[in-house]
């Protein structure tokens, strides 16, 4: 998405790298409804855009979010297993976490360097179910953090994060 607009009622799957990629001069989209599956990473934002009520299943990361104030609510983000392959594509290859016995390395959500707002969503099945990073001002609400390893991990974080109820 190199514009604002709006990406909904979509099914995406098997992306090397990811199913929607927002870079930062899109703005303020909205994505909404969808389901992105097997994919290196469901949704991958450098802006500050609505997601909403989408369904992220087996990606290697469910979410990243680098740079911006995006609003993440109301979505289902699993990963039990990860994505199941390798993608290659002319001079690029992505080299999928899972197949190689990495799974350790999936995410639900990944935040680097931004300024979100992370509320109502279901996150498990992950070894890491939130990762913090970098200068970070955040507001993690009313999540349900299941089933992982770790349920938010704050790593080379120098920001400040509201922490309100779990579910």
Not at 56 to 79: F, T
Request: charged share 15%.
């Amino acid at each position: 998405i190199g514009a604002p607009g709006t990406v909904t009622n979509n099914l995406i799957y098997d992306c090397g790298h990811e199913g929607i990629g927002i870079p930062s001069e899109a703005g303020s989209p909205t994505i909404s409804h969808n389901v992105v599956f097997h994919s290196a990473v469901g949704i991958f934002t450098h802006a500050s855009p609505l997601i909403d009520h989408n369904l992220l299943l087996d990606n290697d990361r469910g979410i990243c979010i680098h740079g911006g104030s995006a609003a993440i609510r109301d979505n289902l983000i699993a990963s039990p297993k990860g994505a199941p392959h390798d993608w290659t594509y002319g001079a690029f290859a992505y080299e999928a976490f899972v197949p190689h016995g990495r799974r350790a390395n999936t995410r639900g959500i990944e935040v680097r360097d931004s300024s979100p707002t992370i509320a109502g969503n279901i996150v498990g099945g992950h070894p890491v179910n939130i990762e913090l990073f970098g200068n970070c001002s955040l507001t993690i609400d009313s999540n349900g953090i299941l089933d992982g390893g770790r349920g938010i991990l704050f790593r080379e974080f120098t920001g400040n994060a509201l922490i309100l109820s779990l579910i």
